[in-house]
């Protein structure tokens, strides 16, 4: 399913945090978020998410506004990782990717041998079959964050929205976890910090600086040393990348942006 965003404008504690943002996911569509600390990206993906009201736009979920859609229906079509995570669940990993399941059942029943079977196959995507019955309060950072990337999984929604989904993995679990972003083609607006990722995974970026759309396009439109210096401040050459031929940013960590 496609998501629009239309002239979108949040303002929180009295000040304008996004202003007039207006970008497409396609359908089955890995659309990046990038931008500074501060720029407005997690603002976005949570108004997307519906924690946050407009002041100012919509979203549309194919042609439906998400905020008309009832609270089971928004999370049968879209999942969300987001950035604030609870650490203190008292779940063990199984019943945390469980609760993906709760936008289809009614209230109070258990678990149907689809939820079982869900579940099952969302934490084997994410490398996790063996950990089910382990506490998530135990689990490191890295793990905890599989463990949620399952349980958006087993929602099966149509849409992903996640927030730093890398944040806290390891370079081998960040390669894996892009790998399975790519491999299961579903409309996905996914948030990044590593340029170099996004540049690989994401088949267009919008950049967000102060809260103002300022490029969206291929990765290789838009990740210019131009907009790196004016956006990010940083001075940075771009080139291919040897092995996979996707743009590569190689960043002058001893100098910035002039
Ligand atoms: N509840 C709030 N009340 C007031 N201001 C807020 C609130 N939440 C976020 N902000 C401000 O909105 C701006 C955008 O924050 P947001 O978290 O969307 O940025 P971000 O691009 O995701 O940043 P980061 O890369 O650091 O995660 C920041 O200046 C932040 O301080």
């Known amino acids: 399913m496609r998501i629009a965003i239309e002239e979108l ?7 304008d945090v996004l202003s007039d943002v207006g970008l497409i996911a396609a359908e089955g569509e890995i659309a990046g978020l990038v931008g500074p600390n501060g720029s407005g990206k997690s603002t976005l993906l949570r108004t997307v998410y519906r924690h946050l009201r407009p002041n100012a736009g919509r979203v549309l979920l194919a042609s439906r506004d998400v905020r008309s859609l009832a609270p089971a229906e928004a999370a049968r079509h879209i999942a969300a990782l ?5 650490s203190d669940f008292e779940f063990t990993v199984r019943e945390v990717v469980a609760m993906g399941r709760t936008p289809y059942k009614r209230a109070f029943a258990g678990d149907d041998e689809w939820d079982r079977a869900a579940v099952a196959e969302a934490l084997e995507r994410v490398g996790l079959g063996a950990h089910a019955d382990r506490r998530f309060a135990q689990l490191s950072g890295g793990e905890r964050q ?8 087993a929602q099966q929604p149509d849409v992903l929205v996640l927030d730093e989904p890398t944040n806290h993995l390891d370079v081998q679990h960040q390669v894996e976890l892009l ?3 790519r491999e299961q083609r579903r409309t996905t607006l996914i948030s990044l910090h590593d340029l170099n990722a996004a540049a690989s995974l994401c088949d267009r970026l919008h950049v967000l600086h102060e809260g103002v759309l300022v490029a969206s396009g291929t990765p290789r439109e838009v990740l210019t040393p131009e907009l790196l210096a004016k956006v990010f401040g940083v001075r940075a050459a771009v080139v291919e990348h040897p092995l996979t031929g996707d743009p590569l940013i190689a960043f002058d960590h001893r100098q910035a942006a002039p």
């Open 9 to 15: 404008s949040v303002a929180l504690g009295g000040r």
């Open 82 to 86: 987001p950035q604030e995570r609870g």
């Open 179 to 181: 790998a399975l972003l």
């Open 146 to 153: 599989r463990v949620l990337l399952a349980r958006a999984f």
